[in-house]
Structures are given as C-alpha cells and as structure tokens.
C-alpha cells in the first residue's frame, strides 16, 4: 500500500530537536516514529501507553519537584543506592 496520507503537526522547536536526536540514537525518523505509534494503536486499539490524570498527592509533588522543593540530588548512582539502601 502506498504511503499518500499526509499528517501535520505544531511542536515546539526544542521539544522537537531533543526527541530527533533521541530517536535518532534509535536509528528512527520521526516519520517512522508517527507509523509505529499508528501501527500499535491499530494493535492494541487503543494508544500503547497509559494516559492518566495525576491524582492530587502526585500533582503536589510533581508540581513541588518542578519547583526544587524536597529534590535531591545526588553525584553518581552509588550515592543514589546508598541513600535508598541498596
């Protein structure tokens, strides 16, 4: 079958230069990207990933991480472990 369908689509330029180089470390074009995202949807008949409305605990805290509030950081993945007790 021939690809003669056309989508179009606004995204913000920075969004869109960081996911192409993401996929393109993948080896995909965002084109290729859009015909998976369709064939799974066909798939699955419905979208290949939960869509959810965080509950009010989650937005707070998502919210309060945008803002630095209670993150931490740490210098490398054993510092991570040890503060988690791994």
């Known amino acids: 079958m021939s690809k ?5 689509t606004r995204i ?14 993948l080896g995909l074009t965002a084109s290729e990207t859009v015909h998976l995202l369709y064939r799974q ?5 419905g979208l ?3 869509v959810r409305i965080p ?6 805290t998502l919210n309060a991480s ?9 210098g490398s ?3 991570l472990f040890g ?4």
């Open 48 to 50: 290949p990933f939960d």
């Open 66 to 74: 945008k803002a630095g509030k209670n993150v931490k950081r740490f």
């Open 12 to 25: 913000e330029p920075g969004l869109k230069i960081e996911v192409e180089g993401i996929l393109a470390q």
């Open 41 to 45: 949807i066909k798939l699955q008949r």
């Open 83 to 86: 503060d988690l007790g791994l």
């Open 77 to 79: 993945k054993k510092k």
């Open 55 to 60: 509950n009010p605990l989650t937005a707070r």
């Open 4 to 8: 003669t369908a056309t989508i179009r």
